[in-house]
């Protein structure tokens, strides 16, 4: 790390942003003048289709704070702000924010305040969801308390993203955490350090679309489940003590039937529920045990999180 990098560095991961990433970056700089530390921010364009990386780099020639990170292809967005962080040069702390303002930058001032007074982790809570379905909202409160009963002793802090502050350690630290399935909020809590939550109201998205979609929400629920808690492959082990249980209780049913009333050839729907109950459990269970082994699999690869294509720092060439 070189001697004249700055305090503070700003990262953000953006996929088709080319309309708002100017918007977006007045409205940073507007934030961060009055903060009173030197700061960058690194631009991670991940693989976009539109013209993001050619709008990145006019801002860089324009403003020497910006460093541009362009990713070789579309990684996802928490491989991009993987990306971010590994590049990131801010020598104290570095905050992390959405490109398509629904984190407003104006809350990175009071992020910096809690980060003062000694706090290793600022992050920004939700107040209200602007802009968003019902539905939406109902699922992501779903899924913050599966989170919460499998999570074990991390916990996760509901109605938050990854708009966060985090100082040089708490950086450190989380860059130790290589894996290829990177569920950041649950990265993000593993680490631990002194945290602290700032509110703020979460807008609407100002231009372009979500890239969401409620497979792509079923998927990372996945993820975040699979790659954080094992608890799923225990319910198969409850699943079978269950269902033999069960069928212990039926075959003591059907013996004393048999002696008291003889044996009626009868039973060939309840036969087939059973059979048909125990194989749809046990190709749960299978695929439950494929989630994680596809897991184990990707790992063992020991691939790269992400390759660049392009890295110019910030401060001049
Ligand atoms: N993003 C990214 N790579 C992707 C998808 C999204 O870098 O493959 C960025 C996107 O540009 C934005 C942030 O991640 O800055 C959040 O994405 P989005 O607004 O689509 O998600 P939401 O706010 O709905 O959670
Ligand atoms: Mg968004």
């Given at each position: 790390?070189?001697?004249?990098?700055?305090?503070?560095?700003?990262?953000?991961?953006?996929?088709?942003?080319?309309?708002?990433?100017?918007?977006?970056?007045?409205?940073?700089?507007?934030?961060?003048?009055?903060?009173?530390?030197?700061?960058?921010?690194?631009?991670?364009?991940?693989?976009?289709?539109?013209?993001?990386?050619?709008?990145?780099?006019?801002?860089?020639?324009?403003?020497?704070?910006v460093?541009?990170?362009?990713?070789?292809?579309?990684?996802?967005?928490?491989?991009?702000?993987?990306?971010?962080?590994?590049?990131?040069?801010?020598?104290?702390?570095?905050?992390?924010?959405?490109?398509?303002l629904?984190?407003?930058p104006?809350?990175?001032?009071?992020?910096?305040?809690?980060?003062?007074?000694g706090?290793d982790?600022?992050?920004?809570?939700?107040?209200?969801?602007?802009?968003?379905?019902?539905?939406k909202k109902?699922?992501?409160?779903?899924?913050?308390r599966?989170?919460?009963h499998?999570?074990g002793?991390?916990?996760l802090?509901p109605?938050?993203?990854?708009?966060?502050?985090?100082?040089?350690?708490?950086?450190d630290?989380?860059?130790?955490?290589?894996?290829?399935?990177?569920f950041?909020?649950?990265?993000?809590?593993?680490?631990?350090?002194?945290?602290?939550?700032?509110?703020?109201?979460?807008?609407?998205?100002?231009?372009?679309?979500?890239?969401?979609?409620?497979?792509k929400?079923?998927?990372?629920?996945?993820e975040?489940?699979?790659?954080?808690?094992?608890?799923?492959?225990?319910?198969?082990?409850?699943?079978g003590?269950?269902?033999?249980?069960?069928?212990?209780?039926?075959?003591?049913q059907?013996?004393?039937?048999t002696v008291?009333?003889?044996?009626?050839v009868?039973?060939?729907?309840?036969?087939?529920?059973?059979?048909?109950?125990?194989?749809?459990?046990?190709?749960?269970?299978?695929?439950?045990?494929?989630e994680?082994?596809?897991?184990?699999?990707?790992?063992?690869?020991?691939?790269?999180?992400?390759?660049?294509?392009?890295?110019?720092p910030?401060?001049g060439?």
């Amino acid at each position: 790390m070189s001697a004249n990098a700055p305090a503070l560095s700003i990262v953000v991961p953006a996929y088709n942003e080319q309309e708002v990433l100017p918007e977006f970056h007045r409205r940073l700089a507007g934030a961060l003048a009055e903060v009173g530390l030197s700061w960058e921010v690194c631009y991670v364009n991940d693989g976009s289709r539109d013209t993001t990386l050619q709008v990145m780099l006019g801002l860089q020639a324009q403003d020497s704070r910006v460093a541009v990170v362009n990713l070789s292809r579309n990684f996802g967005k928490e491989i991009a702000l993987t990306a971010g962080l590994d590049h990131a040069r801010g020598s104290e702390a570095v905050v992390v924010i959405d490109a398509d303002l629904q984190d407003p930058p104006e809350v990175i001032p009071q992020l910096i305040a809690a980060w003062r007074q000694g706090f290793d982790v600022a992050y920004a809570q939700r107040n209200t969801r602007q802009g968003e379905s019902w539905a939406k909202k109902l699922t992501a409160a779903a899924f913050y308390r599966v989170m919460q009963h499998v999570g074990g002793k991390v916990d996760l802090p509901p109605d938050t993203g990854d708009f966060r502050l985090l100082s040089r350690r708490a950086v450190d630290a989380l860059l130790q955490l290589r894996e290829q399935h990177r569920f950041m909020k649950g990265l993000f809590a593993w680490i631990g350090f002194p945290a602290i939550a700032v509110r703020y109201d979460r807008a609407p998205r100002a231009a372009g679309t979500t890239k969401w979609n409620y497979w792509k929400l079923w998927n990372f629920s996945l993820e975040g489940i699979t790659s954080f808690t094992g608890a799923p492959l225990k319910v198969g082990t409850y699943a079978g003590l269950l269902t033999a249980l069960g069928a212990l209780v039926y075959l003591a049913q059907l013996i004393v039937r048999t002696v008291l009333f003889g044996n009626p050839v009868a039973g060939y729907p309840s036969l087939l529920a059973a059979v048909l109950f125990l194989g749809g459990v046990q190709m749960m269970m299978l695929g439950i045990i494929g989630e994680y082994l596809g897991r184990v699999f990707n790992e063992t690869k020991g691939r790269p999180l992400y390759l660049i294509e392009r890295h110019i720092p910030s401060g001049g060439r």
